[in-house]
T-cell receptor
Framework: GQNIDQPTEMTATEGAIVQINCTYQ??????LFWYQQHAGEAPTFLSY??LDGLEEKGRFSSFLSRSKGYSYLLLKELQMKDSASYLC??????????WGAGTKLIIKP | ETGVTQTPRHLVMGMTNKKSLKCEQH?????MYWYKQSAKKPLELMFV???????ENNSVPSRFSPECPNSSHLFLHLHTLQPEDSALYLC???????????????FGPGTRLLVL
């Protein structure tokens, strides 16, 4: 079966760095997405990786290793507004999005 | 600001009621999606419409009935729901259908549904 694994919850301190991991087992691979979802709001697109390596976008970076079936989202200089759930999703060989259950990130002052 | 709107934002209904959820996208996209989001579970894809034709239906119970009258509007008609159908229902849209790699989906804020 197809599976996306990510931690259920993480806690970090304001101003620090946090890494949210995502591992996947899917039938084929056509890209990996990260979304951010604040409580009661729409998921919003953060990043897309299809080739191995690191993609940087301001305070957020996303890394992909296709051979390991692994990605991480790196958040630097954490702010209170970064408290949210972070969703990992992979497009399989049929271009269907397979979603993880999300990681709830709690930022403490 | 979001290019995808959903109404109502909250809905409480009895098991014998009939209600409809509405989604509208203002992004000029050609594909629209309904997802179910339950606590601590992955998003479940329910229906996909591309160019107003249903292209995917993931074995969703018939008590959920989608309607896509045009590329900007999507409805989810609900009847005789069960308490386990209580969840957040999210609508999304994308430029084309799902058969491309970097196709990004844009989500609405969802309808929080409670079935009593």
């Amino acid at each position: 079966g197809q599976n996306i694994d990510q931690p259920t919850e993480m806690t970090a301190t304001e101003g620090a760095i946090v890494q949210i991991n995502c591992t996947y087992q899917t039938s084929g691979f056509n890209g990996l997405f990260w979304y951010q979802q604040h409580a009661g709001e729409a998921p919003t697109f953060l990043s897309y990786n299809v080739l191995d390596g690191l993609e940087e976008k301001g305070r957020f970076s996303s890394f992909l290793s296709r051979s390991k079936g692994y990605s991480y989202l790196l958040l630097k200089e954490l702010q209170m507004k970064d408290s949210a759930s972070y969703l990992c999703a992979v497009k399989d060989s049929n271009y269907q999005l397979i979603w993880g259950a999300g990681t709830k990130l709690i930022i403490k002052p | 600001e979001t290019g995808v709107t959903q109404t109502p934002r909250h809905l409480v209904m009895g098991m014998t009621n009939k209600k409809s959820l509405k989604c509208e996208q203002h992004l000029g996209h050609n594909a629209m999606y309904w997802y179910k989001q339950s606590a601590k579970k992955p998003l479940e894809l329910m229906f996909v419409y591309s160019l107003e034709e249903r292209v995917e239906n993931n074995s969703v119970p018939s008590r959920f009935s989608p309607e896509c009258p045009n590329s900007s509007h999507l409805f989810l008609h609900l009847h005789t729901l069960q308490p386990e159908d209580s969840a957040l229902y999210l609508c999304a849209s994308s430029q084309g259908g799902s058969s491309t790699g970097q196709e990004t989906q844009y989500f609405g804020p969802g309808t929080r549904l409670l079935v009593l």
